[in-house]
């Protein structure tokens, strides 16, 4: 057995596959490598859709380096009201993409990340869901497994399959 606060494994951003941080960026921040922290075009979208349009199906508008700063410093933001939890959100991805690279914010973002059932981080979940190390994850199973991201328990391709297959196709 194994003791743990979080069942979580650390591991160096060379040893996560390509193949999961191209699905990352493709499905969480297609602008990733253009911004610095805030993209103000999907900010507009999701201002133009759920606030003018009443549509909430367009998902929110953080970046990768903000969903890291929601995940990482979520006591100190979520004190806040919704508008100063999203400026101080800001704040921090801007920051955080001055501190580092655009490969080592992926890299901490996918070290840290919730997969559901009590997993986090790319490496526990590639181990929990496919056997292997995340090194060695499929096209398909890196879109699995970044799709689960979006809802974990919704996208979970144990519980799920048929759902999670349709998520990991987009």
Do not use: C, W
């Given at each position: 057995?194994?003791?743990?606060?979080?069942?979580?494994?650390?591991?160096?951003?060379?040893?996560?596959?390509?193949?999961?941080?191209?699905?990352?960026?493709?499905?969480?921040?297609?602008?990733?490598?253009?911004?610095?922290?805030?993209?103000?075009?999907?900010?507009?979208?999701?201002?133009?859709?759920?606030?003018?349009?009443?549509?909430t199906r367009q998902g929110g508008g953080s970046t990768i380096s903000q969903q890291y700063a929601i995940i990482f410093?979520?006591?100190?933001?979520?004190?806040?009201?919704?508008?100063?939890?999203?400026?101080?959100?800001?704040?921090?991805?801007?920051?955080?993409?001055?501190?580092?690279?655009?490969?080592?914010?992926?890299?901490?973002?996918?070290?840290?990340?919730?997969?559901?059932?009590?997993?986090?981080?790319?490496?526990?979940?590639?181990?929990?869901?496919?056997?292997?190390?995340?090194?060695?994850?499929?096209?398909?199973?890196?879109?699995?497994?970044?799709?689960?991201?979006?809802?974990?328990?919704?996208?979970?391709?144990?519980?799920?399959?048929?759902?999670?297959?349709?998520?990991?196709?987009?």
């Open positions: 057995g194994k003791y743990y606060v979080q069942n979580r494994l650390t591991i160096n951003n060379e040893n996560i596959s390509q193949h999961v941080k191209n699905a990352l960026v493709a499905t969480e921040d297609s602008r990733f490598f253009e911004h610095k922290g805030l993209d103000i075009i999907s900010i507009g979208r999701v201002f133009l859709k759920s606030i003018v349009m009443h549509d410093f979520h006591v100190g933001i979520m004190a806040y009201s919704p508008f100063g939890k999203k400026t101080r959100e800001i704040f921090i991805a801007a920051r955080l993409e001055k501190q580092f690279t655009k490969e080592e914010i992926i890299g901490l973002y996918l070290n840290t990340v919730p997969f559901g059932e009590d997993i986090y981080g790319i490496e526990v979940a590639a181990n929990r869901f496919f056997g292997k190390a995340s090194s060695h994850l499929t096209p398909p199973e890196a879109a699995t497994l970044v799709g689960m991201l979006a809802a974990n328990t919704s996208y979970n391709p144990r519980l799920y399959p048929d759902r999670s297959m349709q998520r990991r196709n987009i």
